[in-house]
């Protein structure tokens, strides 16, 4: 009898995952939720040509002096050198442009080359519209993973591998929540959280494909499930691991050495990964085997039967 590493836990997993997420809500239901960013809430995007490099640092407390304290700063251009500015922050109604002015003077102090070139604004429905892709892109994923897993497994691996999704995504929005100081919710969030989908899903298809290989070995013929996913489990930990240390090395070398937007983007992915990689292999498999050895569903498919 193997020892029950992985599945022997699984309720104490699922109350960490849970307070994790109750955690994030009560925060967020006391106004400490989500930061979110432009993209959302709608402000004003300003575009400069600085005319040599330039450093973030000073266009940042150029913004400060003027009480801009949230804002994102990215160089844009060609080349090694990029000397183009652009310049995010909220909108300041009538003072905008004020506002602008005077730190296009500040600015000038430091690169008298400055030289303005665009000021877009970029409206609250914007922001609330990309919401509203965002949800119905992952309700599109969800029931099309649905549908597939559900044809090559069956219907209760599909919904498992919907549920770790959404632990996944769940997860990643707490962090988020609990860096709300550090880093805002954009568009880039939108991008992770898919990324995030497509490889979470791809260590849980690796899992129920070994859980259906063993599930046909004569020595767990009328056993429980819970057997078959723990071993399922350890014949693909190997290359789980190796998988997971691949691309975690890879998120932890752009997250150190990218500029402020990249890690804003990373973060999350880190986070993603590596919830991906908790629920493929503490919940994905077992959250399957305790609804199948429950028996809930096989007897609602033959109750379908009968009346049909």
């Excluded at 005319?51 to 844009?76: C, P």
């Amino acid at each position: 009898m193997e020892k029950r590493t992985f599945t022997g836990h699984t309720k104490i997993f699922m109350l960490i995952s849970a307070a994790i997420m109750v955690v994030a809500l009560v925060m967020s239901l006391c106004g400490y939720g989500l930061n979110m960013g432009i993209d959302f809430t709608g402000g004003v995007l300003l575009e400069y040509e600085v005319g040599s490099d330039f450093d973030v640092n000073v266009v940042e407390q150029a913004l400060e002096e003027q009480g801009i304290t949230e804002s994102q700063i990215a160089k844009t251009g060609d080349g090694e050198v990029k000397t183009g500015l652009q310049v995010r922050f909220n909108d300041q109604g009538e003072n905008t442009d004020d506002l602008r002015a005077a730190f296009e003077t500040k600015l000038q102090e430091t690169y008298p080359e400055l030289e303005f070139i665009n000021i877009d604004r970029v409206g609250a429905t914007a922001g609330r519209d990309l919401v509203a892709n965002a949800f119905y892109s992952v309700l599109v994923v969800a029931v099309c993973l649905l549908i597939y897993i559900g044809i090559r497994f069956d219907f209760v691996s599909g919904l498992a591998a919907i549920l770790c999704l959404l632990h996944d995504i769940l997860i990643m929005v707490s962090f988020m929540v609990f860096a709300r100081s550090l880093y805002q919710v954009n568009s880039s969030f939108i991008a992770a959280m898919l990324t995030i989908i497509g490889y979470s899903i791809n260590n849980t298809i690796v899992i129920f494909d070994r859980v259906r290989e063993n599930r046909k070995l004569a020595e767990f013929r009328g056993q429980k499930l819970m057997p078959i996913v723990e071993r399922s489990v350890r014949e693909t930990l190997s290359r789980t691991i190796n998988t997971t240390l691949t691309t975690l090395f890879t998120l932890v070398a752009v997250y150190v050495l990218g500029v402020s937007a990249i890690q804003e983007f990373t973060f999350p992915l880190l986070v993603g990964m590596l919830a991906g990689t908790y629920s493929s292999v503490l919940l994905s498999g077992q959250i399957w085997a305790m609804m199948e050895d429950s028996g809930v569903f096989s007897r609602l498919f033959k109750k379908k039967k009968a009346k049909a």
